[in-house]
């Protein structure tokens, strides 16, 4: 019924926040489509974390009619979580947590931007060296272009810093980004509606996703995941950069990125479409080296949930390990259907012997 488990078309078209059922069947969200992974369930933590500090985005949930919805239609979603969320939210507001940085990440994109000069201006001189050095700026581009997507430099310029360090840098489009991640932050690994897990038929992290993947990707994709990475960029940079791929390795900056986005996701557990933003991202990350500290301790322990804190090293083992385990034991599983179904047809001939002899 309603929200939870149903399928894309019969979810309802309402969403709860702060406690009313908010009716969003005639509403067209600016953002996009992502409110669409809320119908039928509460979004108050992701309404808190996109537009909790903008105005406008009040006054149009205000202007919003109320759904009068059967309570055996609203799926259970832990209050004490979304309160909790709330409550960090607000806190970390105070604290001034999201407060823009204009000056240094700008002076940070400025010296970025100086060394891709420098790379290009070397070129001619050490091809090799200067192709590294600018594989590894365009890494920095991927950050730079992620903090221009979560307004690092105030409502009025990111997007345009971030399309100047995705778009003209990269050669990625920034607002395609900008759809997929906010959906990854909404909903950190739940399979179908996070983005960043969608790397069949090549990679397979959890049994779902390894029944997209081919067997020879199976069996040798714990070897050639971090290889392979490398040609994710080069994608990227065959659009609009051809002289500097031509003339550079384009591995560092894909390899750099995929890897470390890997080493926070992809080797924990997949949660629920109906997951709180809190178990979705505790459940969902790993805390490597310090890298990702989301709330800490005190949250995770309040509320029985995980919290994940491996060391650099650890992260990777987890991640490399799984990418294993996975393609073997989906291999076995494999091999012990074809297995069940040769038995299966050895039974079924015998049986048609023994029918035949019967009714001879
Ligand atoms: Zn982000």
Avoid at 111 to 139: D, E, K, N, Y
Avoid at 288 to 293: E, F, L, P, T
Wanted: glycine fraction near 10%.
């Amino acid at each position: 019924m309603g929200g939870a488990g149903a399928s894309e078309a019969e979810r309802p078209k309402w969403t709860t926040i702060h406690g009313r059922h908010v009716d969003v069947s005639k509403f067209r969200h600016p953002g996009g489509n992502i409110i669409e992974l809320f119908y039928g369930m509460d979004s108050t933590s992701a309404f808190e974390q996109f537009h909790g500090h903008h105005k406008g985005a009040w006054k149009m949930l205000k202007a919003l009619p109320t759904k009068e919805v059967d309570p055996a239609d609203v799926p259970q979603q832990p209050q004490e979580h979304v309160a909790e969320m709330t409550r960090l939210m607000t806190s970390w507001r105070e604290r001034g947590l999201f407060k823009p940085r204009p000056v240094a990440s700008g002076i940070y994109g400025l010296a970025v931007v100086a060394a891709i000069v420098a790379c290009i201006a070397c070129a001619p001189h050490a091809p090799v060296l200067s192709g590294i050095g600018l594989g590894s700026c365009w890494a920095q581009c991927g950050f730079l272009q992620h903090m221009g997507g979560h307004r690092e430099w105030g409502v009025r310029y990111s997007f345009l810093l971030q399309h100047f360090f995705e778009g003209l840098l990269k050669g990625g489009s920034a607002s395609w980004w900008r759809n997929r991640h906010n959906k990854h932050h909404a909903k950190t690994n739940v399979l179908g509606e996070d983005g960043d897990l969608r790397t069949t038929p090549f990679f397979a992290w959890d049994p779902t996703l390894a029944k997209k993947v081919p067997d020879w990707s199976l069996k040798t994709q714990a070897f050639t995941f971090l290889p392979a990475l490398g040609a994710y960029v080069f994608v990227f940079a065959f659009t609009i950069r051809k002289y500097a791929v031509a003339c550079h390795p384009p591995s560092p900056s894909g390899i750099y990125l995929g890897f470390f986005f890997g080493l926070s996701h992809f080797a924990v557990e997949r949660v629920p479409s109906t997951a709180t933003w809190l178990e979705s991202s505790m459940i969902g990350t790993v805390d490597w080296g310090g890298s990702s500290a989301f709330c800490g301790y005190a949250s995770a322990e309040k509320l029985g949930l995980p919290y994940r804190e491996l060391s650099f090293a650890g992260a990777v083992k987890l991640m490399m390990v799984g990418l294993w385990r996975t393609g073997r034991d989906e291999l076995q599983l494999r091999s012990d259907r074809r297995k069940y179904s040769r038995t299966q047809a050895y039974m079924a001939a015998a049986s048609a012997v023994v029918e035949n002899l019967k009714a001879d």
